[in-house]
């Protein structure tokens, strides 16, 4: 089993920048491409980005340029942030980090709501 624990987001004004983190424990032996997913009201989860145990990285395309990704493989945890510059109020969602293991296995943190005012 992997546990996600996700930290940072909140409320920013257009323009401004957030950086959210996660910290993935357990299983880490197994984890080979982490990323952050969102959801807005009334809209499906959508990948926002992604990076892999080897550091390629995968963005949307709404969100290239704006946003980066990173990743640090530690011993015991391995730690994903990404950063989030020029936001807009279409940001705004509820972001979900992810991890996803061996055999198809996919992990889910709880949830950090970004609200982005215009």
């Known amino acids: 089993q992997v546990q996600l624990v996700e930290s940072g987001g909140g409320l920013v004004q257009a323009g401004g920048s957030l950086r959210l983190s996660c910290a993935a424990s357990g299983s880490i032996f197994g984890i080979n491409t982490m990323g952050w997913y969102r959801q807005a009201p009334g809209k499906q989860r959508g990948l926002v980005a992604a990076?892999?145990?080897?550091?390629?990285?995968?963005?949307a395309e709404s969100v290239k340029g704006r946003f980066n990704i990173s990743r640090d493989n530690a011993k015991n945890t391995v730690y994903l942030q990404m950063i989030m510059n020029s936001l807009k109020p279409e940001d705004t969602a509820v972001y979900y980090c992810?991890?996803?293991?061996?055999?198809?296995?996919?992990?889910w943190g709880q949830g950090t709501q970004v609200t982005v005012s215009s």
């Open positions: 992810n991890a996803q293991g061996t055999y198809g296995s996919t992990y």
């Open positions: 990076i892999t145990r080897g550091g390629i990285t995968n963005y």
